[in-house]
T-cell receptor, first 111, second 115 residues
């Protein structure tokens, strides 16, 4: 099945710094989403982005489907950005309800 | 308020005692899904439902059952729980339809401990 790899696995930033999180996938996808799990365990959808670029405040995401990767940019990071960031995909040739998650990037933003 | 609710939020049980975790959404979503989250393994899909009476296995369905008799509810059933089903469980829903499952909205999670 499709493989989803996220990097880096861990990231420590000083408040105000910028960062880029990467999600690589091994096959064609027709659904890609980014999620943030906060330190209390709540999962929040950040972007639905199977292709192209989107921005929402300090966060933006770009998916280059032909090259099988997606990037999540966090600018001017804040302590509230801490948590784990997951990307998840649906394989274009697979079951269309089967959402596959990467193992996540754990982000810690220090004040 | 648009939301996905799960009950119970915390549960301690013993091996073999049947249990049900309920999931309900009030957004008229067609797609619903269950995931489990374990340290080092991330989130893995257990079962999903594209619409009422339509369910399918995810990546780790063994030991679980689901049903989708009505649009808003998608309960997860553990007929004979075992300690390896100790985990954090999430239900999610999304609009679904011909354009694909769309943006996922997650419930608050259910922490299950099987002794």
């Amino acid at each position: 099945g499709i493989q989803v790899e996220q990097s880096p696995p861990d990231l420590i930033l000083q408040e105000g710094a910028n960062s880029t999180l990467r999600c690589n996938f091994s096959d064609s996808v027709n659904n890609l989403q980014w999620f943030h799990q906060n330190p209390w365990g709540q999962l929040i959808n950040l972007f639905y982005i199977p292709s192209g670029t989107k921005q929402n405040g300090r966060l933006s995401a770009t998916t280059v489907a032909t090259e099988r990767y997606s990037l999540l940019y966090i600018s001017s990071s804040q302590t509230t950005d801490s948590g784990v960031y997951f990307c998840a995909v649906i394989n274009y040739g697979g079951s269309q309800g089967n959402l596959i998650f990467g193992k996540g990037t754990k982000l810690s933003v220090k004040p | 308020e648009a939301q996905v609710t799960q009950n119970p939020r915390y549960l301690i049980t013993v091996t073999g005692k049947k249990l049900t975790v309920t999931c309900s959404q009030n957004m008229n979503h067609e797609y619903m899904s269950w995931y489990r989250q374990d340290p080092g393994l991330g989130l893995r899909q257990i079962y999903y439902s594209m619409n009422v009476e339509v369910t399918d296995k995810g990546d780790v369905p063994e030991g679980y059952k689901v049903s989708r008799k009505e649009k808003r509810n998608f309960p997860l059933i553990l007929e004979s729980p075992s300690p390896n089903q100790t985990s954090l469980y999430f239900c999610a829903s999304s609009l679904g339809g011909i354009s694909g499952i769309g943006t996922q909205y997650f419930g608050p999670g259910t922490r299950l401990l099987v002794l």
